[in-house]
Every structure is written in structure tokens, then in C-alpha cells.
Nanobody, 117 residues
């Protein structure tokens, strides 16, 4: 019932900024939490940031002070503003949504972010 589509990735120089967007569609259910995870080849998928429906964020230690997660409940969209990007931020970024009432997890297809030095 929920489809997640990411946009806004690409190539950027170290110190630059990108803004990722993820739009949820096709759902009649209330999405509880939304957020972003990232993964590099050969490693597990790790939390970047997530946000409750009420607007309370959680961040990985590695991105605190640089990234900001936000959401627009009316538009069913979550954003990730990424500033002061570092080469170690290079990864595939995945949008995540959780429907608490039914314990449903949804994932986007992933979008590449590459930071060059």
C-alpha cells in the first residue's frame, strides 16, 4: 500500500550540500516514523536519521550537527538536508517508513550519494 521514491542524490565536492527527498504514495495508512539509512558495499545498512510523526528526530553520531531530517505530513514526504559533506558520507541512501499499528516496514529503492575530495 506504500511506495517510497527518493530523489536529490548525486555527486558533490567535500564541504558541499545536498537535499534528499522521499515521497510516499499509494497508502491509506498513517505512517508513524520516516527516515534515512545508508549502505556501502560489504557493510550493513546503518541509520542516518529518522523522525516521528510529531517531529522528534534521531541522528547517527557521525552526522549530528551536519544533517537535518524533516517531514511534511500533509505531503507524506521526508527530507534529509546534508551539509558539510565528507567523503565518508558516500553511500546508497535508503528512505524508510514505518506503520506502527500493523508493524509494517517500507523501503525505497535507494539513491546514490558520492562525495569527492
Amino acid at each position: 500500500q506504500v511506495q517510497l521514491v527518493e530523489s536529490g542524490g548525486g555527486l558533490v565536492q567535500a564541504g558541499g550540500s545536498l537535499r534528499l527527498s522521499c515521497a510516499a504514495s499509494g497508502s491509506i495508512l498513517t505512517i508513524s516514523d520516516m527516515g534515512w539509512y545508508r549502505q556501502v558495499p560489504g557493510k550493513q545498512r546503518d541509520l542516518v536519521a529518522r523522525i516521528t510523526r510529531g517531529g522528534t528526530p534521531t541522528y547517527a553520531d557521525s552526522v549530528k550537527g551536519r544533517f537535518t531530517v524533516s517531514r511534511d505530513n500533509a505531503e507524506n514526504t521526508v527530507y534529509l538536508q546534508m551539509n558539510s559533506l565528507k567523503p565518508e558520507d558516500t553511500a546508497v541512501y535508503y528512505c524508510y517508513a514505518y506503520v506502527a499499528r500493523f508493524s509494517f516496514d517500507y523501503w525505497g529503492q535507494g539513491i546514490q550519494v558520492t562525495v569527492s575530495s
